[in-house]
């Protein structure tokens, strides 16, 4: 015997049986088709505010398309209507004077919670509510119409349930995919600060945020070290610790003191940067323009995230660290002669190209040999250190010192003439010989030191790195040869140094 009933469903549930995007694209299918197959004039998609009492209208269909709308209906008086549609999954209307039935829908949603460090899916009932709609008085709905409207609700209910699955499936993978992409952007950058730039630029660009701000702290996460921020215009901005208000610095020092996760602040979401218990920095995140709510699956996307961000940063501070140690001496804490050509040459380039001045001073301590021998190796280092301290804090920002090798010590000071640079060597000469050997080493008197100095200047006195070195060089053994304790210009004595 032919089942119409079941013949009918079958077709409707092969009109839904693909692939959708959202709930939205369902709807837009579903609708129309139950529109045709029960002749009605009109047909509304709400979804149910159980705890509010309220019908939000979402979406209605008549004719051949659907349209958003927009309004809350209250049922809060209407009891034994809302008892018999949750019992029967069907009512009819009280409320209009043509024929109308409201049926339920019922569909899971999955949803991804954070327990603890651990992301999980947790599918939560969603309840909708259709109003099937005709305007002619006399076409009220019959019983085994009513049988049928309801099996053909639990279809939709059944293909909602599928396509909210896909869709948080999609999400999942997109937001997967760029995760990857931002770790092997962040693998591939040469230097940490290239490296978090574009951190911030993908994390800007996949979740829309209105800003994200990326905060560093020093290597042993005492201190807020650095600033890395971008917003909506796409503009990376940065600033230093110390620009930081006295406010937000406590704030970010409670947070990483109480071993939270993450805080919210005042629609500011802030996830500390750990690995194991180290304190690598901070990811923030807010929508403080636009109001937009953060979606959850973006905040947890991203906090899970955050652990890669936190051991690549620490992976690449760490190899940042040991690259500067590499470059300076353990014992002056000077840049190291390796490095401090690497940047000679540089200079001497970019003084080429663009007609620049430069001058370097070569100089060493006055009977090192001596000091050693006589009060021993120790006071030795200390007359390296004390030198060096005092060349470190004599110095401008611009210049470049390093120990060359023994108690050697070269200074590059670009943008400089030679005049210039007798100040430089001046000032250090004064000060260096206001430093004396600690009076229990010398039987009470007074020893101080003293060193001699060598000026070259290009381009007077050589066109490349190993010219301008021997001139200053040069100028340094004249001064050695019985005027120690002074510093000479090449050009000055070049006609009485020995070539």
Request: charged share 30%; aromatic share 10%.
């Amino acid at each position: 015997m032919f089942d119409k009933e079941a013949f009918t469903l079958f077709k409707f549930a092969k009109k839904l049986n693909q692939s959708f995007q959202n709930r939205r694209e369902l709807l837009d299918c579903a609708l129309p088709a139950l529109r045709d197959l029960f002749k009605l004039d009109r047909v509304y998609f709400f979804n149910w505010q159980q705890e509010r009492a309220l019908l939000s209208l979402n979406l209605m269909c008549k004719k051949e398309y659907c349209m958003d709308m927009q309004e809350d209906i209250s049922v809060l008086g209407e009891p034994d209507f809302l008892k018999t549609l949750l019992r029967d999954g069907i009512a009819d209307s009280t409320e209009l004077n043509y024929p109308a039935v409201y049926v339920l829908l019922r569909w899971k949603k999955p949803n991804m919670i954070l327990d603890g460090e651990e992301v999980r899916t947790v599918r939560k009932d969603s309840v909708g509510v259709l109003r099937l709609e005709r305007f002619r008085r006399n076409r009220h709905f019959t019983e085994a119409e009513k049988k049928l409207i309801k099996s053909v609700a639990a279809e939709i209910s059944h293909n909602l349930t599928n396509t909210e699955e896909d869709q948080a499936k999609n999400q999942r993978l997109n937001i997967a995919t760029a995760l990857n992409d931002l770790a092997t952007i962040f693998a591939s950058s040469l230097r940490l600060s290239d490296g978090l730039e574009l951190i911030l630029q993908g994390v800007q660009k996949y979740f829309r945020f209105d800003r994200v701000r990326l905060y560093q702290t020093n290597y042993d996460g005492t201190k807020i070290k650095s600033i890395l921020g971008i917003d909506i215009s796409g503009e990376v901005a940065r600033q230093t610790g110390e620009d930081l208000p006295e406010d937000e610095r406590t704030l970010l020092k409670e947070i990483f003191s109480s071993g939270a996760t993450y805080r919210s602040i005042n629609n500011v979401v802030y996830i500390p940067l750990k690995v194991q218990r180290k304190k690598v920095g901070f990811l923030t995140f807010d929508n403080l323009l636009s109001r937009r709510r953060i979606d959850y699956l973006d905040f947890i996307s991203l906090k899970q995230f955050s652990s890669q961000i936190a051991l690549a940063i620490d992976n690449a501070s760490l190899f940042e660290r040991v690259q500067e140690l590499s470059n300076y001496d353990e014992l002056t804490k000077l840049p190291v002669r390796r490095f401090f050509s690497e940047k000679f040459s540089e200079e001497i380039y970019r003084s080429k190209r663009f007609d620049l001045i430069l001058s370097l001073i070569v100089l060493d301590i006055d009977l090192f040999k001596q000091i050693n021998d006589t009060y021993g190796h120790q006071i030795g280092d200390w007359a390296l250190k004390e030198v060096s301290r005092v060349i470190r804090t004599s110095l401008r920002q611009t210049d470049f010192p390093c120990r060359y090798g023994g108690d050697e010590m070269v200074i590059m000071l670009p943008r400089t003439n030679d005049e210039e640079a007798k100040i430089i060597a001046k000032r250090l000469k004064e000060r260096i010989n206001a430093i004396a050997i600690p009076d229990r080493y010398t039987d009470g008197q007074r020893v101080t030191l003293s060193i001699s100095q060598g000026i070259a200047s290009f381009p007077q006195d050589g066109r490349n790195a190993e010219e301008l070195f021997e001139k200053a060089d040069k100028a340094l053994y004249w001064v050695k040869d019985g005027r120690r304790g002074t510093f000479a210009v090449y050009r000055e004595v070049a006609d009485q140094v020995e070539e």
